[in-house]
């Protein structure tokens, strides 16, 4: 999405004409705020890393430029972001800093990706009201294809005043449009926070939670099933950007179908979770035809959109609603591709739903794209990210901070490590082959057991990822021990998420280590370590991931341990 462009204020007629006009699409008022300031109040923007205020958005950005050199303009230009992105920025900004990283680093989306930063987290934050003053960009710019300064505010021409004047109230539109939105979607978030803590009340003296009603149970029972956040997630641009720009799943998807267009030519196929539409404009190019393209987010219409911009809206048709809910107007389909792994694989449950669709509707011998993945965890020696994010609150400026280490071990990490911190090579715990495996596998405990291959001073911890495989046929079978950045002669398309290979947005899961107030244990090169993995989904919310692990080291070091992923 397009910046907005600088409201300016002009003194030829036509401005002058358009004033009331222009007014009446900056006037926000409507039932429910009558409790805004009037309108001497000055406002109090708050600096992004500190608490020092400023009565206008634009002296704060040149504070935090001059004395922390983050220069948001600059930012917000090179990462493309949208109104939606802004706000996150700003909110993921403000979580670091309050969590104690002064100067947080900036690098890409995927930093606040989030729609939790979708919700201020500083309370009447003045700065997301008026985020309009940074999108705006800025007058007297600097033209680098001609190196000639461009003067926003000078137009010379009763023509290009018009223009110019019904640009800027289409600007003035969206803005509003988009601030609306913004704080209806803040608003609701408050709501169901307050739902939430209205659910159950809490003995003030206890602090214990008391007996609910039945209706109070009925509507808390209701919650846990309702999914909506899931689906209402996926209908921002910055997921699918994200996803889109990951080249390795990407071409992954894409080689597999081009490459062996005789799987889909003329084929009826199934898009699961449909996204965009890219995996069916792949499937419609390759000679599909029928795709059947199912989302229950709100991007089916930007995907039935992008299908009727490339010519291919008589081959595929795009469905709005969960598939389990929506009706096909075919008894069967012959593919099934879907894009569903999450975060260690099994985070956010798709994959129930794809399983669900191939009883329902894969032909006898159809194809289900990708077939296979395996699971590999790895054991973690990492001394520096320890000192780093763990033991660094021991002393902070001399200061003991310990008290931020509550639940630190507790969340599964999502980040892209280096070869170098895995102290063995990894092992496949669980296959899963897609054309027969059934819901109830993925609740599973599975066993295994590796070798270090080093010397470590620590186990520091556990990292998962997995190997994804596209074959050609239903009845293939990986072979054991395949790993996907080593082609051992499938003959197929695969790709790995793990350290070994290149950065996809999935990265690996670390789960690390709490040693609580024991010493760790030093372990040599050749120690077995043998253990077993458990996934299962989250009491509460089937979407989320709860792994727990327990590992012995011949007796030299055990432990047992559960991580969360929320």
Known sequence: MASAKPVTHHDSPASISSHSETSDLLNLDEEGWEDAEPEEYTERIVCLFSDEIFSDVKSMIRHCKDNFDFDFNIIQKELALDFYG????????????????????????????????????????????????????????????????????NISTDDGTIERVNELKEELQRLQAQFLDYRQAVKNTLDQSLDIK????????????????????????????DDSHYFVSYSYNDIHETMLKDTIRTDAYRDFIYDNKNLFKDKVILDVGCGTGILSMFCAKAGARKVLAVDNSDIIDKARENVFANGLGDTITCLRGKIEEVSLPVQQVDVIVSEWMGYCLLYEAMLDSV?????????????????????????????????????????????KMTSMQANIYDDVLIRHLSPKTLAS??????ELPLQSITTNDLTFVKRFSIKLDQDIESLDGWVIW????????????????????????????????????PETHWRQGVLLIDHGKKEPVALSKGQVIDGQIGYKKHEGNARELDIEIDWNAQGVENGRQRWFMR
């Open 86 to 153: 802004a706000v996150k920025l700003v909110n993921y900004i403000r979580a670091e800093v309050k969590a104690g990283n002064a100067i947080p680093t900036v690098l890409s989306k995927q930093s606040f990706e989030d729609d939790k930063y979708l919700q201020p987290v500083l309370e009447d934050d003045a700065l997301l009201f008026n985020l309009d003053e940074i999108l705006g960009g800025h007058a007297n710019q600097v033209d680098e294809g001609t190196g000639q300064r461009e003067n926003h505010t």
């Open 198 to 225: 209205d659910a159950a009340p809490v003995d003030p003296v206890s602090q214990e939670t008391t007996s609910m009603t039945e209706q109070q149970k009925g509507d808390k029972a209701e919650k846990k099933e």
């Open 355 to 399: 399983l669900w669709a191939r009883d329902r509707y894969l032909a006898p011998h159809g194809l289900m794209v990708p077939s296979h993945i395996n699971l590999h965890i790895a054991p973690l020696t990492d001394s520096d990210y320890i000192t780093d994010h763990i033991s660094f609150w021991n002393s902070v400026y001399g200061f």
């Open 425 to 430: 090579a990894s092992t496949a715990f669980n």
């Open 466 to 501: 997995f190997d994804t495989f596209f074959l050609t046929c239903h009845q293939s079978t990986v072979s054991e021990g395949a790993r996907a950045e080593i082609n051992r002669g499938w003959k197929g398309v695969a790709f790995t998420t793990g350290p070994a290979g």
